[in-house]
């Protein structure tokens, strides 16, 4: 797979200027690093445009005041929803939860031995 986007030369010489007038500007390995994050994120965040950069040859170039976009978001991966099985004691449980299959036939043989 590969990650191309297209750079327009107006948005190169703004870089450019940038780097004369003391913008810091960072690999995707540093932004990865500053991030805790793997690099491989830092793509896909570029790729999915919440993090800006730009393609200079092959590589990514990312605006040191950029990674504050991505900064404050949550680690990991959203938590499932809980279902009534999962729930532990004590908490509450918003749906009906149905005896296992093996317990419910226990009881039926036992309620057919005692006739």
């Known amino acids: 797979m590969s990650l191309l986007i297209e ?3 107006n948005s190169l010489k703004e870089l450019v200027r940038g780097i004369k007038h003391g913008m810091k500007l960072l690999t995707t390995n540093e932004a990865a690093k500053r991030l805790g994050v793997t ?4 793509h896909a965040l570029i790729r999915d445009g919440r993090l800006p950069a730009e393609l200079l040859g092959r590589d990514y170039v ?5 990674l504050a976009l991505v900064a404050v978001r949550k680690p990991g991966r959203p938590k499932k929803a809980q279902t009534a099985a999962s729930a532990g004691p004590g908490e509450a449980q ?3 939860t149905t005896k296992p299959r ?3 036939a226990k009881k039926t043989k036992a309620r057919k031995r005692a006739k």
């Not at 690099?39 to 830092?42: G, K």
Request: glycine fraction near 0%; avoid cysteine.
């Open 7 to 9: 750079t327009n030369t």
């Open 39 to 42: 690099v491989q994120r830092v």
């Open 62 to 66: 990312i605006r040191e005041e950029d």
């Open 94 to 96: 918003d749906t009906v």
């Open 102 to 104: 093996a317990k419910a």
